[in-house]
């Protein structure tokens, strides 16, 4: 019985979700409609906007960036119900489940291809063997995100024996429901889903980011051991994803604006290329965190404006909050010609993680190298002083800003919060609401940093275990 109202329930929500889309193959229905046939078909699913939209922008209202200067309180059931961190998104049974639906959902078109392509009715072996890499790094990337959404932050004396989400392989949806994987087994499924796609990965992916290569996977190796808390094994997969791929990045530190940085497609710092399912929408960041950029960083220059938008923030005194607010296309750029952030990895991210390593691990010198990579590109000559140090402590202080500073609602900030929690890295943080009062807080320890898992899913699975 469990199986058959789950079967209906996802079929439910895939069908829902397929039918709000514009691509060529949303008309595709699981089992029954029209199926994939060429290994033509195969590349158009793996190109279509959804997959390079694919990483949910309310994975930002998780984190500590994100202001809401007109929240009510107590919040509305919806976002901000999300954006406080409640046990649940929304308690109405008929609701798509935020988050877990999206992924979900991209989880099924990436086992469609890999269940399926080799059996293309044109293409080469090795051609369709690329497709099915892709597929399986697609695949390990959105269950890295997660895994950080609703297991325990990864700790290798309990990993065994925390649950997190199911690890579903099949697109059938006759299929036996799985139930819930460890938070050790789904890292073990992303690490062989990686290893196992590295050899039949094309070289390069120069002419289009969103497409998987060899250096994708390790970057995406990197980040995962980096979410494991295992430094040094981050630090070679990350060099190893330089060493395969590109590895300058974008320079602002001679561009008037936004508008010089290239298209993602074909962005040279790229290195698995993908944008948030709202890529156009802007945010407004808290005062505390645009109060700690350096005035003369071009990421705050080039994202930032007063509202409404301004060519330059003035002052800097950022003494209002919901006056100031990133925009993600650049602030003088019509939405048209819009060039909007990474959220997959790139050359910037596999340099902090270097960085990381080597301050954890006490290595100061290559530490601030590998930040100087960074910030050099960041701030106009002029304006640009490198930062060295002999203290530990504040070079790992300064690296994990640097982190805030580059990726601000680029869907990282809430798992970087999970993993620096876990090692007392992490204060309380405060939702206030429009009134200046506490409408809710995060306490280093709280249950809240591991998500429930949706009371529409568990409608459907009354057996499982909910995260407290």
């Not at 350096?294 to 509202?307: A, E, M, P, W």
């Not at 993680?353 to 701030?379: G, M, S, T, W, Y």
Request: hydrophobic content about 40%; aromatic content about 12%.
């Amino acid at each position: 019985m469990n199986k058959i109202r789950y079967k209906w329930f996802l079929l439910a929500v895939i069908a829902l979700l397929l039918q709000t889309s514009c691509d060529k193959y949303l008309n595709v229905q699981p089992k029954g409609f029209r199926l994939l046939n060429t290994l033509e078909d195969f590349e158009l699913w793996l190109e279509s906007e959804f997959l390079q939209s694919q990483v949910p922008i309310e994975l930002d209202y998780l984190g500590d960036t994100r202001d809401n200067h007109l929240l009510a309180n107590p919040p509305a059931m919806g976002r901000d119900w999300l954006y406080t961190w409640q046990p649940q998104v929304n308690e109405d049974p008929t609701a798509t489940p935020v988050l877990w639906a999206h992924l979900y959902k991209v989880i099924y078109y990436y086992n469609t291809v890999i269940l399926e392509v080799e059996s293309a009715s044109t293409g080469t072996l090795q051609q369709k063997l690329a497709l099915k890499a892709e597929a399986q790094i697609g695949r390990a990337f959105t269950y890295l995100q997660l895994v950080n959404l609703y297991g325990k932050q990864y700790n290798p004396a309990t990993a065994s024996q925390d649950l997190a989400v199911p690890f579903v392989v099949t697109n059938d949806l006759n299929a036996q429901t799985p139930n819930r994987s460890t938070v050790e087994e789904i890292y073990n499924y992303i690490i062989d889903d990686l290893t196992e796609a590295l050899p039949h990965l094309p070289k390069n992916n120069d002419s289009n980011r969103f497409r998987g290569s060899v250096a994708a996977a390790y970057s995406i190796l990197a980040r995962t051991y980096l979410y494991m808390g295992k430094h040094s094994l981050a630090a070679t997969n990350a060099q190893l994803a330089l060493n395969n791929g590109p590895s300058a990045i974008v320079d602002y530190s001679t561009m008037a604006n936004a508008s010089f940085v290239p298209q993602l497609k074909r962005r040279g710092d790229a290195i698995y290329g993908r944008y948030s399912s709202g890529r156009g929408a802007s945010a407004f960041a808290t005062t505390e965190f645009l109060k700690s950029y350096n005035t003369q960083d071009k990421r705050l220059n080039f994202y930032h404006s007063i509202v409404p938008v301004m060519p330059q923030l003035g002052g800097y005194v950022f003494a209002v909050r919901g006056q100031v607010m990133y925009w993600p296309g650049g602030i003088i750029m019509p939405p048209a010609t819009a060039v909007y952030p990474n959220v997959g990895t790139s050359v910037a991210e596999m340099r902090l993680i270097l960085a990381e390593a080597a301050a954890f691990d006490n290595n100061l010198p290559e530490a601030c190298n590998q930040l100087h990579e960074v910030r050099k590109c960041r701030f106009a000559p002029a304006a640009y002083t490198r930062f060295d140090s002999n203290d530990q402590e504040e070079v790992i202080t300064t690296v994990l800003k640097e982190r805030r500073f580059e990726f601000p609602f680029n869907g990282m900030r809430w798992f970087d919060m999970r993993r620096l929690a876990a090692i007392g890295r992490m204060e309380s943080v405060n939702r206030i609401d429009k009134n200046g009062e506490v409408a809710a807080t995060l306490e280093p320890d709280s249950p809240r940093y591991t998500l429930q898992i949706p009371v529409q899913v568990m409608e459907f699975n009354p057996h499982w275990e909910q995260n407290p």
